[in-house]
């Protein structure tokens, strides 16, 4: 039995639960996409949740959702609605070690499978599916995430991302054209010796050095805006006006460190100021070599721009759009929520309101159809409180983890999209906030304010 290394980190940075893998292999990828023939370019529309970009993925004909990250090597599913469906062809099992003590996983290396992605397709795919059922996006999502495909994708193409209007654009590198852009800042990708990590050089205001560059992880996996790790050789230091924060869980743990804000941060001459940043503790990124990379630019900073992003010319553009000059949010309540499932009430749920599929339990997907039960019971979306920050307003008032939230400021919770519920603890401070949980078969009624805590 075969033990891979891999280096993973499941991280809750900004607003949701998410995973930066870095799948680093001994093995080389035979994984190649092509577009059919006489097809120069592909436009794929994606949903952009939590900062993360969420595309159509067909895996030997089952259609999957996957996030698009760069940041990450293989393609890898961690969660499918019904395992037995999906066919993974020449399958072996092997085990996969992350970063520390814990146990090997279990998981499932599967070779020369078909995957679609708009009309690019590649037919000899290599796969790897995870079993431990903590790595699912789903809960934290709000609807069903499947898996993660990065470097096995973008190497073969040109890619716009246009978070602005939300759509990819696959290009073939051998034709793709350049446009003339003034305004635009177009900088070179250096992948290392492992041809998998693609790294960009930015600039840091460091309070010892003044403006440094720092060498960072292109993570478009990652709902972040940016990871430091502390180096005082580099000078990154932590700022003094921090607050200590829950961060995520990793494949053998949780994750904790520093949240705060850096006062400047520029990719090229564009200019990012208050940037909220997060300071991971060292004990949890020991597998980086420091000197070679000192952090990573998550998806609330990319949001802010259109990128090209050339892998087979190791070179990326940046071209900021309308959502450049907003200001970097946190999360002011202290409060996780997450999706677990559906409950049954006999009450008129307006599904039409929704407009949109919901998930049953985990990973099921729910149609109009299915939420109209016998004798008119219907099944409403059902949300509890995941985590609570240590001394964050609402950690005083004393709200629990565990938690159902039945009503938030008046309106039932159902009538809410997980992704507005958690808007809403990202608003202005004082704003009030009022929410009815149901904690061991007790309704109580809680409120309290936002409040800045950096």
């Known amino acids: 039995m075969k033990i891979l290394v891999l280096d993973f980190y499941h991280f809750l940075k900004s607003k949701v639960l998410i995973v930066l893998l870095i799948f680093n292999l001994t093995l080389s990828a035979q994984t190649n996409f092509r577009l059919p023939n006489g097809v120069s370019s592909d436009k794929i529309r994606f949903e952009l949740a ?38 993974l062809k020449n399958a072996s099992k092997i ?5 520390g003590n814990g146990e090997p996983v279990e998981a499932i290396k599967s070779l020369n499978n078909q995957l679609s992605i708009g009309k690019a397709n590649s037919g000899n795919h290599k796969v790897y599916l995870i079993f431990d059922e903590s790595i699912n996006f789903s809960p934290r999502m709000g609807f069903p995430v499947h898996g993660i495909i990065g470097y096995d994708f973008f190497k ?7 978070y602005s209007k939300k759509y990819i654009k696959l290009s073939d590198p051998k034709t793709y054209k350049y446009k ?24 840091y205001l460091s309070k010892t050095k003044g403006l440094i560059d720092v060498r960072l992880l292109l993570d478009s996996g990652s709902g972040s805006s940016l990871w430091l790790f502390e180096n005082e050789e580099k000078g990154i230091s932590i700022p003094d006006n921090t607050f200590r924060d829950f961060l995520g869980k990793g494949f053998n743990g949780d994750i904790y460190g520093e949240k705060t804000k850096i006062d400047e941060f520029k990719i090229g001459d564009f200019e990012m100021k208050n940037v909220t940043t997060s300071f991971p503790d060292s004990i949890y990124i020991q597998g980086i070599s420091l000197q070679k990379r000192q952090g990573s630019l998550g998806g609330n900073v990319l949001r802010k721009f259109n990128l090209i992003v050339d892998y087979p010319h190791e070179k990326i553009s940046f071209k900021k759009n309308k959502d450049f000059d907003k200001p970097f949010y946190y999360n002011m309540s202290g409060l996780s929520i997450q999706h677990v499932g559906f409950t049954v009430s006999a009450k008129n749920y307006d599904y039409e309101e929704k407009k949109t599929q919901a998930y049953l339990g985990l990973n099921e997907v729910v149609t109009k159809k299915t939420y109209q039960l016998a004798n008119n019971f219907l099944l409403i979306p059902k949300y509890e409180i995941s985590d609570i920050r240590d001394n964050s307003p609402a950690d005083d008032i004393g709200l629990q983890k565990g938690d159902i939230i039945l009503k938030v400021n008046g309106r039932e919770a159902y009538k809410f999209k997980l992704s507005e519920i958690n808007n809403l603890f990202y608003s202005e401070e004082g704003k009030k906030i009022k929410m009815t949980v149901l904690r061991l078969g007790v309704k109580l009624n809680y409120e309290f304010y936002l409040k800045k805590v950096i």
């Open 156 to 162: 073969d193409f040109v890619v716009d991302i246009n």
């Open 50 to 87: 939590n900062n993360l970009i969420i595309i159509p993925v067909f895996i030997n004909g089952i259609e999957l959702s996957f996030i698009l990250d760069t940041g990450v090597g293989s393609t890898i599913i961690f969660s499918v609605d019904n395992k037995s469906s999906l066919e």
């Open 180 to 203: 003339k852009c003034k305004k635009c800042y177009e900088t070179n990708i250096d992948f290392g010796n492992q041809k998998k990590r693609p790294v960009i050089t930015a600039k």
């Open 95 to 99: 085990y996969l070690r992350g970063l």
